[in-house]
């Protein structure tokens, strides 16, 4: 199955800088979803985009969907060492009353004091 | 507490045994789904089911299998023919539409 591609793969930044990964894919998809994950947990969603175009906000967090629909970006602002973990996007088509989820691969973010 | 559990959290089972994975939900939700995830890579759908008695393959279905005889309820079974049945296992559910997929805390399954 496809997995879109996300970038960038991990980073490594100080507490306070500003974060930004982004996620592309070949095909349109109605939302976006961000997602963070800490080890050995389930996902928690973050941010849900609906609209092309749409910016939204989460506190720190801001996201976008593109305009092509094939895109989205997630920035993190002022990170604080509890931001670290991986972060997914993903991909949603609704058919029937089921929605399909394509991940990326994920951004591994580690944030040193 | 509303929400997703799935046990055991960690599952150690021998080569050639099947093992099933347990998730439950009480969010009242249609649709529940089975992902697993292997290091370094994302989520792939393995089985998901819209409504009782009803389910679908996903992406990675071989050597799987899934009941939906209860709303709540949505097990899944790792069989002897998974050739590399050691991942970490989501279970999802989703309210309908454009809402957005509710992720359970994961059950870790190795097989030796």
Redesign the interface.
Known sequence: ?Q??N?SPQSMFIQEGEDVSMNCTSSSIF??W?W?KQDP??????LI?L?KAGELTSNGRLTAQFGITRKDSFLNISASIPSDVGIY?C?G?R?T??????T????TRLQVTL | DGG?TQSPKYLFRKEGQNVTLSCEQNLNH??M?WYRQDP??????IY????VNDF?K???AEGYSVSREKKESFPLTVTSAQKNPTA?Y?C?T?T???????????T?LTVT
């Open positions: 199955g997995q879109l996300q109605n939302t979803l997602y050995g947990e389930g996902p928690v969603l849900a609906y997914f993903a949603q609704v029937g009353t089921a929605s399909k989820l991940f990326g691969t994920g | 997703i249609d649709a789904y370094g890579q994302g989520l792939r759908l998901y089911s819209q409504i679908q996903g992406d990675i970490f989501l999802a989703h309908g539409g454009d809402d957005e997929q509710y992720f359970g805390p994961g870790r």
